[in-house]
């Protein structure tokens, strides 16, 4: 056995804890073909809305691709992209400006993946064939679309947050790795149609799901995160008037 066929059986091992599972799971920006059974994404899905929610209303749409409709649907997102046409979101994931630092985390998160891949600041052909990846699901067999409908507010968007979590989480479980994938949502329009998606819905974010390719550097790079001093707070003594 090879060492990149060491690292995909082991990836592909199941985690035996929750913490596991959690500290394993990252955004997989490469796939292997190999499919993923329609009885294990129901599977993942069933445990997915075990996700809380307010009152229990459970706001979320799962459309789920695979085989020749997956290849359709990217071929022709794809085609979109590198075209330039002009899709735009329905809703603002980030505001027109960043604050400082978040910005700096952001900056950070994209040098540190383009340098996994060899790709230099400034090179932006380079940058564009990366970024089309995200179009075809990083070769995913598996694109889930989330969709929430239109008359739900923020509280609403929050229990679609907490699924989507619940849903990488479970992958992780089965040995799967997943990727979520905001960049689809300029796409609606397109993948609406294509999915026949009613119009009450309106998309989210789309999910790459598969097994990891442990042979792509990209799927090695893991970015920092914050130490609990920096967002976290406790508190022992509230404010007096």
């Known amino acids: 056995m090879t060492m990149t066929q060491e690292d995909n059986a082991a990836r592909h091992q199941p985690p035996q804890t929750v913490q596991e599972a959690i500290l394993s799971r990252r955004s997989i920006r490469a796939f292997l073909p190999d499919p993923v059974a ?3 994404i129901r599977d993942l899905l069933e445990l997915a809305a075990r996700a809380p929610s307010g009152t229990n209303i459970q706001p979320w749409n799962v459309h789920v691709v695979r085989g020749a ?7 022709e997102i794809v085609a979109a992209f590198i075209a330039d046409e002009d899709h735009r979101e329905e809703y603002d ?3 027109e400006r960043l604050g400082d630092v978040y910005l700096a985390r952001r900056r950070a998160n994209g040098w540190g993946l383009y340098g996994t891949l060899g790709i230099e600041k400034g090179d932006k052909t380079k940058m564009k064939a990366q970024h089309a990846r995200n179009f ?4 995913a067999p598996v694109g889930m679309f989330l969709t929430i409908d239109r008359d739900l507010k923020f ?4 229990d679609n947050g907490l699924f989507l979590q619940t849903l990488m989480l479970a992958a992780r479980g089965k040995g799967l790795d997943t990727c979520p994938q905001q960049a689809f949502a300029r796409y609606h329009k ?3 149609k294509r999915l026949a998606i009613p119009p009450n819905e309106m998309l989210i974010c789309g999910l790459a799901l598969g097994y990891a390719d442990m042979s792509a550097p990209e799927n090695h ?6 130490p609990v001093e920096v967002f976290g707070r406790f508190v ?6």
């Open 190 to 192: 397109i993948i609406q």
């Open 155 to 158: 509280g609403s968007w929050l």
């Open 38 to 40: 329609d009885d294990t």
């Open 136 to 139: 075809r699901l990083f070769d």
């Open 236 to 241: 022992d003594e509230l404010m007096v008037d």
């Open 93 to 95: 994931y980030a505001p």
């Open 221 to 226: 790079y893991a970015p920092e995160r914050e």
């Open 69 to 75: 409709a997956r290849d359709q649907l990217c071929d």
